[in-house]
Nanobody, 115 residues
């Protein structure tokens, strides 16, 4: 069963940067497409960024040019570098190995953009 440990969130001022990390176990990490989602209370969980096993990336329009997803298969870890953060980036962020068996949404990690 896949297990995920997310870290790197916190409070940051507008225009600032954060890097989220998500370490996975229980899966053959390198074979999975990895997704970062975010959710604001009362709203649906939205896909923010994805990276395939081959390293191809895609982004939601709202974060394109500001966020960068990357992966290190030697560490079974996916990252989300977030630059030029805006108030509207405030959310709980989740990582997800796409179609991983036994996946359950965890608590995620809070990112708060505030002055």
């Amino acid at each position: 069963q896949v297990q995920l440990v997310e870290s790197g969130g916190g409070l940051v001022q507008p225009g600032g940067s954060l890097r989220l990390s998500c370490a996975a176990s229980g899966i053959i990490f390198s074979t999975y497409t990895l997704d970062w989602y975010r959710q604001v209370p009362g709203k649906q969980r939205d896909l923010v960024a994805s990276i395939t096993s081959g390293g191809s990336t895609s982004y939601a329009d709202s974060v394109k040019g500001r966020f960068t997803i990357s992966r290190d298969n030697t560490k079974n870890t996916v990252y989300l570098r977030m630059d030029s953060l805006k108030f509207e980036d405030t959310a709980v962020y989740y990582c997800k190995p796409r179609l991983a068996p036994g996946f359950h949404w965890g608590q995620g990690i809070q990112v708060t953009v505030s002055s």
